[in-house]
């Protein structure tokens, strides 16, 4: 995983979460934001 190797070198990553708003070309529906969020809060603690 990409948080792995970034933990290898002592990187932090930023992260940008893509909201699909309703134009239905990019990013994740809002039902399913704050279960990606918290995720990316786990894999960031381990």
Do not use: H, W
Request: charged content about 20%; aromatic content about 6%; some cysteine.
């Amino acid at each position: 995983m990409l948080s792995n190797a970034a933990q290898k070198e002592n990187l932090n990553l930023n992260v940008f979460l893509d909201l699909n708003v309703g134009m239905n070309r990019t990013g994740v529906r809002p039902e399913n934001a704050l279960t990606l969020f918290k995720y990316c809060e786990i894999t960031k603690k381990n």
